[in-house]
């Protein structure tokens, strides 16, 4: 194996990188089947349970319909989790008082007072 490594390593730069993304590229091709091989075990499972539902009468979604499902309940639930999140304010708030003069307002934490 040694010697495979400081052969790659005495080749030209771009010969490594086309090594390399042809490397990359054949690890996500086997990644990908391994994904779509669950997927497809998946789909089958529920097709089945599909078929028991519309035996018993309950109406029957497509896989892609239950994925775009799935895909939408995920952004609304991040929106309303990022949505209430507020960012600290880095300038002090400023008020007038009565004579027209600008007063800066300083956020006092009690808990940090002793």
Known sequence: MQAYIKNLQSKP???RKQILVVSLALSMIVVGF???YGLTDRFV???EKSSI???DGVKEESPFKLF????SN?????TASVGNITL???NPKTETDAKGKQIDLIVVDPKTQN
């Open 13 to 15: 730069e771009h010969v």
């Open 34 to 36: 391994i994904w779509f």
């Open 45 to 47: 499972l529920s097709a």
């Open 53 to 55: 539902a519309a035996a």
């Open 68 to 71: 775009s499902n799935s895909i």
């Open 74 to 78: 995920a952004y609304e639930n991040i």
């Open 88 to 90: 600290p304010n880095s």
